[in-house]
């Protein structure tokens, strides 16, 4: 726990920080081509031009559903199957060169694939944020389950406790720190997968947004939906880790 001291240093310390960045992003943007940058006062009046219109908000809204939708079912199907693959070697053995064939691919590659078979539905998005968000999460649930002690599990079944109760006791407390870290990694390679989807098929959402402000050469537009996606994620991302900090509390889990 940090003292009040420590932590209003830690404050002031990113207040400078995000004050200074703002500075030189202001004397960059005046000195720069307008078409190629504007200055950090231009983009927060068009944000707030943007906010005010409703045409962020019904952008952000369409594109949150489509990462919500995508990245809960790579949490939901990640997350057991990473568990499985640590519990049955057999199985894993069999489909590790498939899983890294897959994710060494290229995501945005896969996106003509999946236009061709789903064409342009929102489940076809919902497809390509899931493929960016699967696999952190897969490959550190299967790293945590394996960094589970075996020491741990026989103990479990010396008390007779069932292959539920081992994955319920055992299995899932000790990855979950491994897990969140995966979500993590997923929250942002999510929010990408959300751009490229309604960037390559039928566009809409943020990535409507930024097509529309390019093609206007509305370089203040352009920089303020950015900024949103950056500070989106950078939200996200925090939550994670509280999540983690909240539930690893027990481990004596330190930052």
């Known amino acids: 726990m940090l003292n009040p001291e420590t ?52 952008s952000l809204g369409g594109s949150l559903a489509l990462f919500a939708t995508g990245f809960g079912i790579a949490l939901f199907t990640a997350l057991p199957f990473g568990l499985l693959l640590s519990r049955m070697r057999v199985l894993r053995v069999a489909l590790s060169d498939y899983i890294l064939l897959v994710n060494a ?81 997923a929250i942002g390679r999510g929010l990408v997968g959300v751009v490229a989807a309604e960037f390559f098929l039928s566009a809409s959402g943020i990535g409507q947004l930024l097509m529309t402000s390019g093609r206007n050469f509305d370089t203040a537009g352009l920089l303020a939906t950015v900024l949103v996606i950056t500070l989106l994620g950078v939200a996200l991302m925090a939550l994670g880790r509280a999540l983690e900090d909240r539930f690893t509390a027990w481990r004596g889990l330190t930052r």
Not at 21 to 50: C, D, H, I, K, Y
């Open 105 to 185: 691919m290229p995501m945005v590659a896969l996106i003509p694939f999946i236009l061709s078979i789903f064409g342009l539905e929102f489940g076809a998005k919902v497809l390509v944020v899931f493929l960016f968000c699967f696999f952190p999460i897969l490959y550190n649930t299967i790293e945590g389950a394996d960094s589970v002690r075996p020491e741990l599990i026989e103990v479990a079944r010396s008390y007779r406790s069932g292959e539920w109760a081992i994955w319920r006791d055992v299995m899932l407390p000790g990855t979950f720190p491994y897990a969140m870290t995966g979500v993590r990694q």
């Open 7 to 58: 932590r209003t240093a830690r404050w002031a310390t990113y207040a400078a920080s995000v004050l200074g960045g703002a500075a030189l992003w202001e004397l960059a943007g005046r000195r720069a081509n307008p078409a190629v940058a504007a200055p950090f006062s231009a983009t927060l009046q068009r944000l707030w031009e943007m906010i005010e219109t409703g045409e962020l908000r019904a």
